[in-house]
């Protein structure tokens, strides 16, 4: 039964990279945040404790599989998401991921940097989304597998975490 | 014969109509998916002299001097527009009904040909009246296309086979399929048609293939690799990374990877200017485009242009 499971999350995830439709879609949102990068940073690359700062998530949980390594974040409604920690780049402070399950997109391939803000002691955060359509195929698009249902989903998300990462930071001086 | 001075004189008017016969500047024509519109980037002035409206999500881009006509392929309006260069006016829309994203131009100027990704089809249209001449079903997923240098092969990034289809443009059958990476997507060849190349998206590698006995070397690159173009002299390629804001920089003999350039968020389309020796690549994520000098590999300018630049083909034509 377990390698049957395994077989079909195989499938799955395979499926999921696979095919995309031919318009990428882009969410790239920058927040100024009155503290200084290195502490901003800290807390950008703490992916295991995504919770902190990212009010739509209730646990998170993190395995590796083979040289991977996989996070499984369950939001608040339930639905449970699985990305991949593609690159977690100290020297230039961004983390790269890669969204493989969970929501109405495919090919999900999500950024965070931190660089200096305008002023001494600030940062900018940019939060880049890319990602296309869930439904690969020609139109007609099944519902709820459009580009307006995949932006929806990431803003709902994602795009709440921007400006509370700004609040839990500055208010924790 | 004559006194040194008329000499003198008559060259430089024999330069100066010379001068009128060669190429002055090149134009990059950049699709910009997001906002449907074909941005215009004069290359030497380094700057956009002109933005033309076309239809829904422009991706794919093929242009002739010869004919003055840029086509266009929007893929969610399932058509392709006709840009008069002279004008810049768009002159004509053809339906293609399915999902055109790549886009050549054959170098004799009689057949235009266009990859229709969903449905698996590849059409050759005549360029002036716009008629289907022809068309074959390739499977699965024909991305990037390009025809050589004598007008006679059609190279085809497969995507979805992981292959490399080669046909014959007499009639499109299939002369080769040849595995490749995984998800090959932008396609280039030398300009002697001596050696292909595919970007190689989901293995992060580019595919360098002899043309004549399809020997093949993978190069590793950066992440999720999209689009390629050889250097005028054919000694260099150059590579769009796109989850890593880079090109690298490949020395095709060696086959070697001698630099990295750090250009903007996302880059995707590139194409080698022979005129300014200039690589223009378009950053679909900071919706501008670098042009590096291709001695130097240093950014010697950025132009913004409009959201979402693909600039998917062969961009650049030479006035």
């Known amino acids: ?173 | 014969m004559y006194p040194i001075r008329r000499l003198g004189t008559l060259s430089f008017l024999a330069c100066l109509l010379l001068a009128c016969q060669k190429p002055s500047t090149s134009l990059a024509y950049i699709s910009n998916q997001g906002d449907n519109s074909i941005s215009v980037i004069d290359i030497k002035q380094q700057k956009v002299t002109n933005t033309i409206a076309v239809d829904h999500a422009p991706v794919g881009i093929a242009g002739s001097a010869e004919l003055a006509r840029l086509f266009v392929t929007n893929v969610d309006s399932q058509n392709v527009s006709v840009i008069d260069t002279n004008t810049n006016q768009v002159i004509h829309t053809i339906p293609v009904n399915g999902s055109p994203v790549g886009i050549a131009i054959s170098p004799d100027h009689k057949r235009l040909y266009i990859a229709d990704w969903y449905s698996n089809r590849v059409l050759a249209i005549n360029p002036m009246t716009y008629h289907i001449i022809n068309e074959t079903v390739v499977e699965k997923a024909p991305a990037g296309i390009i025809v050589s240098p004598d007008s006679l092969r059609l190279y085809i990034a497969v995507r979805d086979s992981n292959e490399i289809a080669v046909l014959n443009t007499k009639d499109l059958s299939t002369l080769k399929r040849l595995s490749v990476g995984e998800h090959p997507f932008g396609i280039a060849l030398t300009s002697d048609g001596n050696i292909l190349f595919s970007a190689n998206v989901y293995d992060n590698t580019v595919s360098i293939i002899d043309t004549h006995d399809w020997q093949q070397t993978k190069v590793s690159v950066g992440d999720h690799p999209y689009c390629v173009t050889a250097s005028q002299d054919n000694k260099t390629l150059y590579v769009t990374n796109t989850l890593d804001e880079s090109v690298s920089v490949i020395d095709i003999a060696s086959k070697q990877i001698v630099a990295t350039i750090n250009v903007g968020e996302t880059p995707e389309g590139i194409n080698f200017d022979a005129n300014h020796q200039r690589i223009l690549v378009s950053n679909w994520g900071e919706n501008n485009v670098s042009i590096i000098d291709a001695k130097t590999h240093k950014i010697i300018s950025t132009i913004t242009v409009g959201d979402r630049p693909r600039a998917f083909g062969q961009f650049i034509i030479a006035r």
């Open chain 1, 1 to 173: 039964m377990k390698q049957f499971l395994a077989l079909i999350a195989m499938a799955v995830f395979s499926l999921s990279a696979i095919a995309h439709g031919p318009t990428p879609q882009k969410i790239d949102n920058r927040v100024i945040i009155k503290a200084e990068p290195a502490k901003v940073w800290a807390m950008v690359k703490d992916y295991e404790n995504v919770q902190k700062w990212l009010p739509t998530v209730k646990s998170v949980s993190v395995e590796k599989k083979g040289a991977d390594i996989v996070r499984t974040i369950v939001l608040k409604n339930g639905i449970k998401l699985k990305d991949k920690i593609k690159q977690v780049d100290d020297a230039n402070m961004k983390i790269k991921f890669e969204v493989i399950e969970g929501g109405p997109f495919s090919n999900y391939n999500p950024y965070i940097s931190v660089d200096k803000g305008p002023n001494a002691g600030e940062s900018e955060v940019r939060f880049f989304h890319r990602f296309y359509r869930q439904y690969p195929n020609n139109p007609p698009i099944p519902e709820g597998q459009d580009e307006a249902s995949a932006i929806k989903f990431i803003n709902d998300t994602y795009v709440p975490g921007n400006e509370n990462l700004k609040k839990v930071l500055e208010n924790a001086k």
